[in-house]
């Protein structure tokens, strides 16, 4: 069964900085592209960013809200997928998910999601 | 960016009828739209990829057409269950992007 738990959201300061963790189980994590997802409150579901596999070239994309602040990396040897997250705006306070890519590089849709975690920036 | 405008915002639906539901997109994805069904707080959950082919698991009454810009999410038969919020989103191009929903409400 494809399993992914997301961790580590909480409440944090404007301008400080928060790492997301989503912990997988149930398929080949190196051969997924994986992806981040987030969700303010009462809004429509924004896309943050996706990373390859290597095989496609490990490479990310990033939506333009959050590219330059954020940062997606991915651990193969312990099947996690990480969102780094810098200089937080109150406008990134939502309910973060992660979500499994499929095997290839680009025209990705998910099936699999996590449960979400959630992230609040306030002062 | 390719937005992603959904209609209508609300649709209220009688139990057993078919709902009907839009996703149109502002420049050709050709088939590459997906759409998901979400519960208050929950994640989504693929219903079609593909424009019309349907997720592992999902029941035939959810079918989904179109191509280009224009694209329907049809529910047959619908139940109360189905009384949630529908996206659709866009794999076309980066960055990935998503409709404004449709909440479908039982009557």
């Known amino acids: 069964e494809v399993q992914l738990v997301e961790s580590g959201g909480g409440l944090v300061q404007p301008g400080r900085s928060l790492t997301l963790s989503c912990t997988t189980s149930?398929?080949?994590?190196?051969?997924?592209?994986m992806s981040w997802f987030r969700q303010a409150p009462g809004k429509r579901l924004e896309w943050v960013g996706i990373?390859?596999?290597?095989?496609?070239?490990?490479?990310?994309e990033y939506a333009a809200s959050v590219k330059g602040r954020f940062t997606i990396s991915r651990d193969d040897s312990n099947n996690i997928a990480y969102l780094q997250m810098n200089s937080l705006e109150t406008e990134d306070t939502a309910l973060y998910f992660c979500?499994?890519?499929?095997?290839?590089?680009?025209?990705?849709?998910?099936?699999?999601w996590g449960q979400g975690t959630r992230v609040t920036v306030s002062s | 960016e390719t937005v992603m405008t959904q209609s209508p915002v609300t649709l209220s639906v009688s139990p057993g009828e078919s709902a009907t539901l839009s996703c149109r997109a502002s420049?050709?994805?050709?088939?590459?739209l997906a759409w998901y069904q979400q519960k208050p707080d929950q994640a989504p959950r693929l219903l079609i990829y593909?424009?019309?082919t349907r997720a592992t698991g999902i029941p035939a009454r959810f079918s989904g057409s179109g191509s280009g810009t224009e694209f329907t999410l049809t529910i047959s038969s619908l139940q109360s269950e189905d009384s949630v919020i529908y996206y659709c989103?866009?794999?076309?191009?980066?960055?990935?992007?998503f409709g404004g929903g449709t909440k479908v409400e039982i009557k």
């Open positions: 593909g424009a019309s």
């Open positions: 989103q866009q794999y076309n191009k980066w960055p990935l992007t």
């Open positions: 990373i390859r596999s290597k095989l496609y070239g490990g490479a990310a």
């Open positions: 979500s499994r890519g499929k095997i290839g590089g680009v025209r990705h849709w998910f099936e699999h």
């Open positions: 149930g398929f080949t994590f190196r051969d997924h592209a």
């Open positions: 420049q050709g994805v050709s088939t590459n």
